[in-house]
T-cell receptor
Framework: DVKVTQSSRYLVKRTGEKVFLECVQDMDHENMFWYRQDPGLGLRLIYFSYDVKMKEKGDIPEGYSVSREKKERFSLILESASTNQTSMYLC?????????????FGSGTRLTVV | GNSVTQMEGPVTLSEEAFLTINCTYTATGYPSLFWYVQYPGEGLQLLLKATKADDKGSNKGFEATYRKETTSFHLEKGSVQVSDSAVYFCALRDRTGTASKLTFGTGTRLQVTL
């Protein structure tokens, strides 16, 4: 089975800190995604990547950046954390171009910015 | 663009009751459709899927039928258990673009009581 691993389950950071959220998948998937999940808003796509060093903005990229230097790893970066970035962050991966398959998700990182 | 609409929650049922969670979608072309489940404190898990019209996806007693004529993919279970308490997300994946992204509904929380 595909496994998507997020490095932390819970994080507490201070306003203004630079925050790195790490995600690793072990099934050679081309596509990787970062979502944030907030009550009443569902899942919103922040960024995605369809290949190494390739990235595209999702629906809410402001305040975030990403890095994909290796196929298995996709990092989400909060350049200067703010309290409105307190949220659950979910990473996912999928094969490219096969819409019959869904995504495999990690367990999530609950980030609190104080 | 693509969109998914789910019924508002929470849905509260007694154990062994019949469950329906409505989901309708708007998409160009012929998307694949999915139901994901999120148990408390966890990431999303794929529950079932259907890839073409009239397909029925099923898993763990849950079923959903891809209805192209009504653009719907309602989730049903004949007899719910307390362990089914979770948030359920309907999603579609289109067949265009490099990453063939998933579009999610806002989620429906199910609470099952004894």
């Amino acid at each position: 089975d595909v496994k998507v691993t997020q490095s932390s389950r819970y994080l507490v950071k201070r306003t203004g800190e630079k925050v790195f959220l790490e995600c690793v998948q072990d099934m050679d998937h081309e596509n990787m995604f970062w979502y944030r999940q907030d009550p009443g808003l569902g899942l919103r796509l922040i960024y995605f990547s369809y290949d190494v060093k390739m990235k595209e903005k999702g629906d809410i990229p402001e305040g975030y950046s990403v890095s994909r230097e290796k196929k298995e790893r996709f990092s989400l970066i909060l350049e200067s954390a703010s309290t409105n970035q307190t949220s659950m962050y979910l990473c996912a991966s999928s094969t490219r171009g096969i819409p019959n398959y869904g995504y495999t998700f990690g367990s999530g990182t609950r980030l609190t910015v104080v | 663009g693509n969109s998914v609409t789910q019924m508002e929650g929470p849905v509260t049922l007694s154990e062994e009751a019949f469950l329906t969670i409505n989901c309708t979608y708007t998409a160009t072309g012929y998307p694949s459709l999915f139901w994901y489940v999120q148990y408390p404190g966890e990431g999303l898990q794929l529950l079932l899927k259907a890839t073409k019209a009239d397909d029925k996806g099923s898993n763990k007693g849950f079923e959903a039928t891809y209805r192209k004529e009504t653009t719907s993919f309602h989730l049903e279970k004949g007899s719910v258990q307390v362990s089914d308490s979770a948030v359920y997300f309907c999603a579609l994946r289109d067949r265009t673009g490099t990453a063939s992204k998933l579009t999610f509904g806002t989620g429906t929380r199910l609470q099952v009581t004894l």
